[in-house]
Nanobody, 124 residues
């Protein structure tokens, strides 16, 4: 079992930055692919970024490429999402997820464990 807890969300003005953190319980964090997703009101949950177990391979959605950066610290059982140049359209609940390697990192079904989410609101 892996439990995930996100933090770092909040209210920020357009053009600003936030760094989200996701801390995992359990001894096998370093063996999981980690992903970040978001869900805006009335919309489906969408993929943002993923990191391989070592952090050596990352994937990004086109909508956030160049603005968001995923990283992980396996010693701290934590994965991060640095978000820069935020726009109002980034307003959503942000979720981290853990899943096995060898599956499509962009698919929700590739992830077994999910956090409760943290709200990010970007004002114009």
């Amino acid at each position: 079992q892996v439990q995930l807890v996100e933090s770092g969300g909040g209210l920020v003005q357009a053009g600003g930055s936030l760094r989200l953190s996701c801390t995992a319980s359990g001894r096998t964090f370093s063996s999981y692919r980690m992903g970040w997703f978001r869900q805006a009101p009335g919309k489906e949950r969408e993929f943002l970024a993923a990191s391989s177990w070592s952090g050596g391979i990352t994937n990004y959605a086109d909508s956030v490429k160049g603005r968001f950066t995923i990283s992980r610290d396996n010693a701290k059982n934590t994965v991060y999402l640095q978000m820069n140049s935020l726009i109002p359209e980034d307003t959503a609940v942000y979720y981290c997820a853990a899943g096995g390697m060898g599956r499509d990192p962009r698919q929700l079904s590739s992830y077994t464990y999910w956090g409760q989410g943290t709200q990010v609101t970007v004002s114009s």
